[in-house]
């Protein structure tokens, strides 16, 4: 006969009373740190594999803990304990009118190596699958949607550039954890309520018959003990949580919030850069690049502070955007040119801010309106989620916003299509008659392979050229082509990236392939080619369990007509005003190419120092000289017009004969052909 707990006892006595009442099962077992040493207060959560319902409870103070009134079906029981590494049991089957047993030994932290977490079951369980290799272990199971905690309805996270798709389950498990006294509770009423014992059942221990409850099964081989141990269940329901993309450029490498709540998890991040132009420009004034800006001086860069909120089905992002950023990011969008009202001062504190529901279909359906940040360039916004600092140019010049509504639509877990209809291309406002239209599709077929196709078109994207169209395609692909977990202090992962752009404007004197001959207003035809062609590729290598990385990379583009070119701010210059001393148009010309070589100390996941050295070239000159980029005296606030050499505005936009002939001549500034850049950057993100 086999000895149990008297509350083990009770609650398969509870379980076969509610059985046999309902088309229910339970779970009930022991959580113990060793054969006999019962582990009281451990947080159980237990979630269907359907995505049907999440539940959780505390183990009694014997270790017993139970979830009756359980739907039939496949789960998981998820054990938490101050002192010990978590466990995810595998696989348990849930029958009506039976009960499974699944007693959990788990390890003290500190004997994790040593101590295999073991558990057994009264029901045979589902083989788990076995997880992707990964170089960190990734958080397991991961709650399909919908699944419901104290009554509410959580969706499923999108799998996004900027949120691991890991902070859902830390999210549900904080829920759970916040509402276990509760749900313990409401379980015990609903067992009795179903055909509990009389209280005087309770008057003296029990004992259940071997049959009724048989013990573990046969013992297994130490080797396969700890194999099974090490072998968590794999979510196969939410969109790319059943590996770990951290590794992918642009994403986040964390695998820890500390700022997740039940409504919100916070994010913070603070970036701050120096960095060593070889130009060494006079005014410390650097252009061409939407991540560095001034050299020789620490500069803040961006500050972040918001997060997601979540109730229900309902969904919402905002961070806010202090540093630089908040200044240099605004500047290189036109559109508030467009009409009345301060635009640019409404949103220039705003990196993202949406609010959206989410849809139980499929794999998910969220459908979001706001201002989100662009994929178009594989790199993300945020430099801490990148592989290098200073990105090349189909990053860096192409879309950092979009402003308007964003669906998510899953139908696997393993695809994203995503449109867009957006105001247009980076733009707070509308430039002329037209939104604009586009949308990515994003497919990770193996764990170690993401493909992403993002797509724009239909916009008329400048302003007072209403009928000028506007197409572009950018197109990436990611490798993990190894991976060894047990490499030591070697190497342990390496990846690559490529990423190419073909893009045109066309229509109003321009065409995409170029015309036959100039253009002709009355016939629409001719006119100079106006297009954007770039690439770019990266190889990272992590060792030392990915303490240390280190990245090289670089692309070139081509941009006849510079219509996506960044505007220099020579003289405040920007979007909007244009500079005279590198405007674009068509027929203007602009090739250039870069490189970076880029090393990663990452002591934790939280923080990243990184060193890096760049060079970029240009066909024309374009990167602020040694007499740098600001007039005499200072900007002075015509940054449209030429500068004459004692700082005043020349009134002109045209360079005249004559023109500062009273104030000294016209004044230039000091542009070259090439820059290089030694950089140094610490970026923490929460």
């Known amino acids: 006969m086999t000895k149990l707990p008297f509350s083990l006892a009770t609650a398969l006595l509870f379980a076969a009373g509610a059985m046999n009442a309902q088309s229910y099962g339970t779970i009930v077992g022991l959580v113990r740190d060793s054969a006999t040493i019962p582990i009281a207060g451990a947080t159980m959560i237990a979630a269907k594999a359907d995505g049907g319902a999440i539940r959780s409870t505390i183990s009694a103070s014997d270790g017993v803990y139970s979830f009756p009134d359980l739907a039939p079906g496949a789960y998981t029981v998820k054990a938490k304990a101050a002192g010990h590494l978590d466990f995810t049991a595998p696989s348990l089957q849930v029958i009506a009118g039976d009960a499974t047993r699944a007693d959990i030994t788990m390890p003290p932290a500190s004997k994790a190596d040593s101590a295999p977490t073991t558990i057994s079951s009264l029901t045979p369980a589902?083989?788990?699958?076995?997880?992707?290799?990964?170089?960190?272990?990734?958080?397991?199971?991961?709650?399909?949607?919908?699944?419901?905690?104290?009554?509410?309805?959580?969706?499923?996270?999108?799998?996004?550039?900027?949120?691991?798709?890991?902070?859902?389950?830390?999210r549900l498990v904080k829920a759970a954890e916040k509402s276990s006294a509760a749900q313990d509770q409401k379980e015990r009423a609903t067992t009795a309520s179903v055909g509990a014992p009389p209280a005087s059942a309770f008057d003296k221990p029990l004992a259940l018959p071997a049959a009724a409850i048989p013990g573990p099964g046969p013992a297994q081989a130490p080797q396969e003990a700890a194999a099974a141990a090490a072998t968590p269940p794999v979510d196969l329901l939410t969109p790319f949580a059943d590996s770990d993309w951290s590794w992918l450029n642009g994403n986040s490498r964390q695998h820890d919030s500390p700022l997740d709540s039940k409504y919100l998890s916070g994010e913070f991040r603070a970036?701050?850069?120096?960095?060593?132009?070889?130009?060494?420009?006079?005014?410390?004034?650097?252009?061409?690049?939407?991540?560095?800006?001034?050299?020789?001086?620490?500069?803040?860069?961006?500050?972040?502070?918001?997060?997601?909120f979540h109730a229900g089905n309902m969904r919402g992002r905002v961070l806010m955007l202090f540093g630089m950023f908040s200044a240099t990011t605004v500047r290189n969008d036109s559109s508030p040119a467009v009409g009345q009202w301060d635009v640019r001062s409404a949103y220039k504190y705003v990196s993202e801010a949406y609010g959206g529901y989410h849809f139980n279909v499929q794999h998910g359906l969220n459908v979001d309106a706001g201002i989100f940040v662009s994929y178009v360039g594989l790199f993300g916004y945020h430099n801490f989620d990148n592989w290098a600092y200073q990105p090349s140019y189909v990053s860096s010049n192409t879309p950092w916003?979009?402003?308007?509504?964003?669906?998510?639509?899953?139908?696997?877990?393993?695809?994203?299509?995503?449109?867009?209809?957006?105001?247009?291309?980076?733009?707070?406002?509308?430039?002329?008659?037209?939104?604009?239209?586009?949308?990515?599709?994003?497919?990770?077929?193996?764990?170690?392979?993401?493909?992403?196709?993002?797509?724009?078109?239909?916009?008329?994207?400048?302003i007072g050229l209403p009928h000028r169209g506007r197409y572009h395609t950018d197109d990436s692909i990611e490798v993990k082509y190894y991976d060894h977990q047990k490499a030591g202090n070697g190497v342990d992962k390496m990846a690559f990236t490529f990423t190419g752009d073909l893009g045109c404007e066309t229509g109003q004197g321009v065409t995409c392939h170029g015309g036959q001959g100039p253009y002709d207003p009355i016939t629409g035809k001719g006119g100079p080619k106006q297009s954007f062609v770039g690439w770019m590729a990266y190889n990272r290598w992590w060792w030392h369990k990915d303490v240390y990385a280190f990245t090289?990379?670089?692309?070139?583009?081509?941009?006849?007509?510079?219509?996506?070119?960044?505007?220099?701010?020579?003289?405040g210059a920007d979007a909007i005003s244009g500079t005279p001393y590198f405007p674009s148009g068509p027929g203007l010309p602009l090739k250039a190419y870069d490189g970076t070589a880029t090393l990663d100390w990452m002591p934790s996941q939280f923080v990243t120092f990184r060193t890096e050295f760049g060079y970029r070239h240009t066909n024309v000159p374009y990167w602020s000289g040694r007499g740098g980029i600001t007039p005499p005296g200072g900007n002075n606030g015509a940054p449209a017009q030429y500068a004459c050499n004692d700082g005043s505005a020349s009134g002109s936009t045209t360079l005249v004969p004559g023109l500062c002939s009273a104030n000294g001549g016209v004044w230039f500034p000091d542009l070259r052909k090439g820059q290089a850049l030694l950089s140094f950057s610490i970026m923490v993100k929460l």
């Open 126 to 170: 589902t083989p788990a699958t076995p997880p992707a290799t990964s170089a960190r272990p990734t958080l397991s199971p991961v709650t399909p949607a919908p699944v419901v905690i104290a009554g509410n309805t959580v969706p499923a996270p999108s799998a996004g550039t900027n949120v691991a798709t890991g902070n859902f389950w830390r």
């Open 271 to 308: 970036d701050t850069f120096f960095g060593l132009d070889f130009n060494q420009p006079k005014d410390h004034s650097m252009g061409g690049s939407s991540e560095v800006f001034r050299s020789g001086e620490f500069q803040l860069e961006d500050l972040s502070l918001g997060g997601d």
């Open 401 to 462: 916003f979009f402003n308007g509504l964003r669906i998510q639509y899953f139908p696997t877990q393993h695809l994203k299509i995503e449109p867009w209809i957006i105001n247009g291309w980076q733009s707070y406002n509308k430039f002329n008659g037209h939104l604009g239209y586009g949308g990515q599709i994003k497919w990770t077929p193996k764990p170690w392979l993401d493909i992403i196709g993002n797509q724009y078109a239909v916009g008329n994207d400048n």
């Open 552 to 571: 090289l990379g670089g692309g070139q583009m081509n941009n006849p007509g510079r219509y996506l070119t960044l505007v220099l701010p020579v003289n």
